[in-house]
């Protein structure tokens, strides 16, 4: 249980610690801490960042720096000198190399993993474990984007950024060869005998190829004595993506006991240049301890094996340190311990010395550039030195107290970034224009230095803000140095810098000037608003008030310089205090403030009393200051400061209106909105497309709102927004009644229906019965049939107009009339019955008669029967015992 916990928290450590990794490599951009110079340089940017500054890398353009220091990070800067980003690399940083423009930024660290950044800071490529051992040198071919590495082991390893291909490999120990009488070994494992990777260099640039010098041990006997010997061994190599091609060995055979302290290689397109710088202090003959040689290999193949002696040499005071020449193939710069820079012209294998200087201190970097040759050197004092291809010095100065410990001149802009032990890092413009160094200090009297007087120095285009004492690196020319004091005085002097320069001002030439305080009193809000006056109140801290009142007009005071406090009033604004200090004409703008009110409004109309959410919009010089809307009774507030407005109101179905207001107190007001009018157009016609002639009543809100008439069936109605009732009459037709929303429509198309009227219709026979079921048809305007009820009646409401009627039933003869609709009309009709009809009526008094006879006396019969019957039921019980009859 103890070891899952132990676990656990391991895993969450490292888990924190990769997180913060990541975070830091993907940091925001931030503002490196800036440091005062130890010279003041215009157009230049003085930084420092964490540890010691390794190697410097500046961009083609000079646009951007690529840094890496001895803690392990690495960093894009920008030319204003802003971190674009900045990484940190495990274990710190052992070499960095940026391409031509800093699009891509190679950098292997010591724990052996090489990454490659875009200038952006995102990672491109990142390879771990990039090699057996630490590196001892990196050579990025960016034109072919490869990177080549050489550990302490002797491997030499290829790779392709962004292609995980793999990577080539080769070792360069334990090499050998043997001819008659001549034979070369090189040890396997001691890393002291080869340097690093020199790359081979042209007009055009990088070639893709390059060397790494070998000591071997040479055996020769060539001449019948044996000799031997150790001599540079210069291995060449061509890399093309992971293949590494061995191309042939150089052996610098005049270079015997010497050890190489800087190489440099130039194809010229015809033959292979070499420049060596060698040092052999164990040498009797002082002139030949340290040496410059240069080699020439015209001809060469593959695999080959060449000795070769130099074609021209220099002897040095001491040893070298660097040896570079320029991209033009036409310079050669070398700085040695002995404080001194070389300068050698090369032209058609002839070699000329142009001119030596001595920097003082001993040369700790190089940089050149061809057009013009420019070469910059930092010593270990911390002094940069430049000079020009004739061997002007255009200007040194001290940038550091610390060792210049890398340093790089951009081809375009002219820009120059130096590195320093300490971890500072400047960065110049204008870096090749002749300079001079300028002290200028404010003495008194006795001629102690009077500190903080202003400083202003003008002149080659440039104008300098500084105080006394101050060192500055300026361009070669004329200037105008103002030297002023707010309690002694001012004074001005001209000056030509040719040469370095220390300028002690007397304070005593120095007078104590007036000057005009002009105020520009306005509103805050514009400038173009200004108070017809204010008053103006000022107290010098030498005792001098004034109090007076000024305008636009006459807006200026003479004072004396000091430092004084102004209080400005003015009616509707509040009390403005500033202090000035007068040392110069000084305009002295006073934005005042104004004073707010309270405007108070009431929106309505005479449509409705009060119009609610009406937008109310507040402008002041053309801006819109404020807006709102207004409440259900049509009220809006707004508090503005003093000045003159316009009132925008604008509410839906009501014109817009702008109304001017001037601001100066407490406002209420009163605005009454027209209403926006809209035409109903409405079309009036019949039920068959008549156009009708009438009149129309118009209700709004339940109450009788307008009357009018209409004509050829057409209507066009001014109406403000509302909900409506249209009433249309015409006499004849029914009356159309119809509901709408004005806008939401605005026309109407009204179909009147005519006027109906009762149609009664009885149907009796030829004696009057009623008759059921007669089928009535009508035809005219309205076409129907219909049958008669029970009691023979038919009743419709039909439209005026002329119709026909016709009446039909089985067993009588229809019969057809034609009616004029103009009212309620009631018409009997009579059917005549057809001869079946009547013979059916009367078939049984037919029969009756014939056979009555038989009839007549059988009735008689009953009758008599029945008679006799009825009178015996009446004699009573008491008759019947009276007449003997027993019960």
Same mark, same amino acid.
């Given at each position: ?14 888990c ?31 930084t ?21 220091s ?7 800067l920008?030319y ?6 900045? &990484? ?40 771990? *474990? ?11 071919l ?10 302490e ?17 080769? /070792?360069?120990?334990?090499?050998? !060869? ?14 002291s005998?080869?340097t690093?990777?020199? @790359? ?24 019948g ?9 210069l291995?060449f ?8 091609e061995?191309?042939?060995?150089v ?14 290689l ?42 070769? *002696?130099?074609?021209?040499s !220099?002897s ?33 294998h002839?070699?000329?010395?142009l ?6 201190y ?31 010095l %255009? ?15 951009s ?39 009077i ?14 803000y ?14 105008t ?26 304070? *005593? ?35 001098f ?14 004072? @004396? ?26 305009? %002295?703008?006073?934005?005042?403030? @104004? ?10 109309? /005479?449509?409705?009393e ?88 118009? !209700? ?58 009762t ?21 005219? @305007? ?21 119709? &026909?009627?016709t ?31 009547i013979? /059916? ?5 037919? %029969?009756?008669l ?38």
């Amino acid at each position: 249980m103890e070891n899952r916990s132990v676990n656990i928290h391991l895993y969450m450590f490292v888990c924190i610690v990769l997180v913060l990794t990541i975070a830091s490599m993907y940091m925001p951009r931030y503002r490196a801490e800036y440091v005062t110079p130890i010279i003041s340089i215009p157009k230049s940017i003085y930084t420092k960042i964490d540890g010691s500054i390794t190697s410097i890398d500046i961009a083609y353009d000079g646009s951007h720096i690529a840094v890496a220091s001895d803690t392990g990070y690495l960093y894009l800067l920008g030319y204003d000198g802003r971190i674009l980003w900045k &990484t940190p690399m495990r274990a710190g940083i052992s070499h960095m190399q940026g391409s031509i423009n800093l699009e891509y930024i190679v950098a292997v660290s010591k724990a052996m993993e090489l990454t490659v950044y875009s200038y952006n800071g995102s990672l491109v490529d990142y390879r771990h *474990r990039c090699s057996r051992a630490q590196t001892r040198s990196l050579l990025y071919l960016y034109d072919r984007s490869i990177v080549v590495l050489l550990d302490e082991l002797g491997w030499i390893y290829s790779y392709a950024i962004g292609r995980p291909e793999g990577r080539g490999e080769e /070792w360069i120990l334990g090499y050998s !060869y043997t001819v008659k009488g001549y034979s070369l070994s090189i040890a396997r494992f001691d890393p002291s005998i080869f340097t690093e990777i020199y @790359p081979s260099k042209s007009s055009q640039g990088l070639t893709g190829e390059a060397a790494i010098a070998i000591y071997a041990r040479i055996s020769d006997n060539r001449t019948g004595v044996l000799s031997i010997y150790d001599a540079p061994l210069l291995r060449f190599y061509r890399f093309t993506d992971t293949i590494i091609e061995n191309l042939f060995q150089v052996v610098l055979d005049d270079m015997r006991g010497y050890r190489l302290d800087s190489l440099e290689l130039y194809d010229t397109g015809f033959s292979k240049l070499i420049l060596a710088a060698g040092s052999n202090p164990a040498n009797p003959d002082p002139k030949a301890r340290y040496l410059i040689r240069v080699y020439e290999l015209s001809e060469y193949k593959l695999s080959g094996f060449y000795t070769i *002696r130099s074609f021209w040499s !220099y002897s040095l005071g001491g040893r070298c340190v660097a040896v570079r020449m320029d991209s033009s193939g036409r310079y050669i710069a070398v700085v040695s311990e002995d404080y001194q820079l070389y300068l050698f012209g090369i032209s058609a294998h002839i070699v000329n010395y142009l001119w030596s200087i001595s920097l003082g201190y001993t040369p700790s970097c190089i940089a050149l550039e061809s057009i013009p040759l420019t070469i910059a050197v930092g010593v270990s004092d911390g002094w940069v030195y430049m000079i020009d291809e004739v061997g002007d010095l %255009l200007w040194r100065s001290p940038l550091s107290l610390s060792k210049a410990t890398s340093i790089d001149l951009s081809n375009l802009g002219y820009r120059l970034a130096v590195g320093f032990s300490d971890g500072s890092l400047a960065i110049l413009s204008d870096a090749r224009l002749k300079k001079r160094i300028l002290d200028v200090s404010l003495t008194d009297p006795t001629g102690v230095s009077i500190t903080g007087a202003n400083l202003t120095i003008a002149g080659m285009g440039m104008e300098i803000y500084t105080t006394t004492p101050s060192r500055l690196l300026l361009p070669v020319g004329s200037y105008t140095i103002v030297v002023d004091h707010i309690d002694i005085g001012k004074a001005s002097i001209d000056i030509r810098l040719a040469s370095d320069l220390c300028l002690e001002v007397d304070s *005593r030439i120095l007078v104590q000037p007036m000057y005009p305080l002009i105020f520009n009193v306005y509103d805050e809000r514009s400038i173009d608003i200004k108070p017809e006056s204010y008053r103006v109140e000022v107290e010098g801290r030498l005792g001098f008030n004034v109090s007076t009142t000024l305008t636009p007009v006459n807006p200026i005071l003479v004072l @004396p310089r000091d430092t004084y406090n102004v209080k400005v009033y003015a009616d509707h604004y509040k009390s403005y205090n500033a202090t000035v200090r007068l040392t110069s004409s000084v305009n %002295l703008s006073i934005p005042l403030t @104004p004073e707010y009110y309270r405007l108070a409004l009431t929106v309505g109309s /005479w449509l409705d009393e009060f119009i609610g959410r009406a937008s109310v919009e507040l402008w002041w010089m053309d801006k819109l200051y404020g807006y709102t809307y207004t409440s259900a009774r049509g009220e809006a507030v707004f508090t503005a400061p003093y000045g003159d407005y316009i009132l925008k109101i604008q509410a839906n179905h009501y014109n817009p209106k702008a109304i001017p207001i001037r601001l100066t107190d407490d406002t209420v007001t009163i605005i009454s909105l027209d209403p926006t009018i809209y035409t109903l157009t409405a079309s009036i016609k019949g039920y068959d497309g008549t156009p009708l002639f009438g009149s129309v009543r118009i !209700y709004r809100a339940g109450k009788l709102y307008s009357e009018a008439s209409f004509t050829d069936g057409l209507l066009r109605a001014p109406l403000p927004y509302g909900s409506y009732r249209f009433e249309f009459i015409s006499s004849g037709w029914r009356r159309y009644s119809v509901d709408l929303v004005i806008p939401d429509k605005l026309s109407l198309e009204a179909i009147l229906q005519p006027e109906t009227y009762t149609l009664t219709i009885t149907v009796v026979d030829d004696v009057d019965k009623p008759l059921e079921g007669a089928r009535i048809t009508i035809s005219g @305007p309205e076409s129907l049939a219909s049958y008669t009820d029970s009691y023979g009646i038919f009743r419709r409401e039909l439209i005026r107009g002329r119709y &026909t009627v016709t009446v039909s039933m089985d067993g009588y003869k229809p019969t057809t009339t034609y009616i004029d609709l103009s009212e309620s009309k009631q018409i009997l009709l009579r059917l005549q019955p057809e001869f079946i009809t009547i013979l /059916w009526r009367y078939l049984p008094y037919i %029969l009756l008669l014939a056979v009555i006879p038989i009839g007549s006396l059988l009735t008689i019969i009953f009758y008599l029967r029945r008679r006799r019957m009825r009178e015996l039921e009446e004699v009573s019980e008491e008759e019947l015992r009276e007449l003997g009859v027993g019960s």
